[in-house]
């Protein structure tokens, strides 16, 4: 079957084409729906169908046209995370308990993309309670990589990334609070960006059934997937803004340019690995072979810097932080437990596993010394920011790995070049950028020997979302980008 010039476009190219009249939104949708009912049986990464309220958005979109109306998202077709609320889709975060709970209301990022004409075609699979860097649950099952039907796609936000990769529309969001958007989106081959902590509002993106209140999430992002870099900018300036709900946020967060407009003047520090969580030879390959393109094109290049904050110390303060703020939701025989077990733990003891116990066990004097912590690291990372324009390093250590559905993530292990660590260690790399709320792009550059793909993450400076993202479009342009997986390639 030949490749359908819309199964892989960007919401770019279909935007233009929708303004020539070389397609209508119905004929974009309908097209959207037939390659998910032919492919989805494999993949599983819409779970919740929405069909026919696409079909009625894409008509009234096609009539908006008609009548000479134009919005950054008219007549576009896209899929949402099942965690955001949707007023007649239920939400459920993969908890079977909730599989019946039905939001009264949008979130308020699902509402500003309905009112930019974006076209939702239905939610995506995300794991139980969004704890995995997987995709499964009890109520919609597995969703699988299209580049290996046997592996991961990533999670929280993985029934994202597969969607986008087997061209179940231009356009995806998600969420990221320990590399929730960037980890599915390596896994993949396609675009991610975790905007910069607060720029997006959470409002309506809560677990069943709270209330759809104004919060913030320490830590936590919300930001737009695509198959284009440029792409990323268009969903971003719809979702960003202060909730008006929200009297303690009544300002508009202002988004700088970016900061260079053409490769060569960009200055970045590239890290492709660590010895607290080394990445495999195929990851630190990819990196390298692009520090060295970038090097090549004119690009200011810096492989290591004293300016670079502790690796291991800040991913030991994220994980403390983390857990803390999660435990929050744990029952209490399993907090007490976890209580008692941080209580016996050696003084010398800084493994991954012994920090994420701390962190359940943390008193209100530990956060707020956790706090300062966090702040001296903030400054650091202004420091760096004054030599470079953006930091590019791994976002996971290996490509995507087999399903592995061990109950207990503790138990887990990944390999890498041969070698064993603990399943959640790899929210090291990720908690780079969540911990500080720094702006962060992730990146496909290429793939392993056996097909799987293999990115980056570019992080930038603190509100200056629109640099890594300028940066993601140069070397995109440059060095290409999203690669459709070969089995969906039609």
Known sequence: MATSPWSFATASELSEALAQKKVSAVELTEHAISRIERHDTKVNAVCVRDFERALTSARAADAARGRGENKPLLGIPMTVKESFNLVGTPTTWGIPAQKDFHPKEDALAITRIKDAGGVILGKTNVPLGLGDWQSYNDIY???????????????????????????YGSLSIGTDLAGSLRAPAFHCGVFAHKSTQGLVPFRGHVPPPFPALPSDRDMGSIGPMARSAADLSLLLDVVAGPDPLDSGKAYQLSLPPPCHADLKSFRILVIDSEAMLPTDTVVRSAIDRLASNLGKAGVQIARESPLWPDFAATSALFMRMLMSALSVGFAPEIYEGAVAAAAS?????????????????????????????????????????????????????????????TAEQESRRIMIDGKEFPFA?????????NLTGLPATAIPIGFSPNGLPVGAQIIGPWLEDRTPIKLAELIEREFGGFVPPPDFND
């Open 345 to 405: 733990l050696p003084a010398d003891d800084r493994s991954g596993q012994a920090e994420r116990l701390r962190g359940i066990a943390f008193s209100h004097r530990d956060f707020v010394m956790a706090e300062s912590a966090r702040a001296q690291l903030r400054a650091k990372w202004r420091a760096l920011f004054e030599s470079f324009d953006a930091v590019i390093c791994p976002v996971m250590p290996t490509p995507a790995f087999p399903h592995d559905h």
């Open 141 to 167: 099952g597995t969703t699988n990589n299209p580049y290996d039907l046997g592996r991961t796609p990533g999670g929280s936000s993985g029934g994202s990334s597969a969607a986008l990769a087997t061209g």
């Open 425 to 433: 260690d790899q929210m090291a790399w990720q908690a780079v950028a």
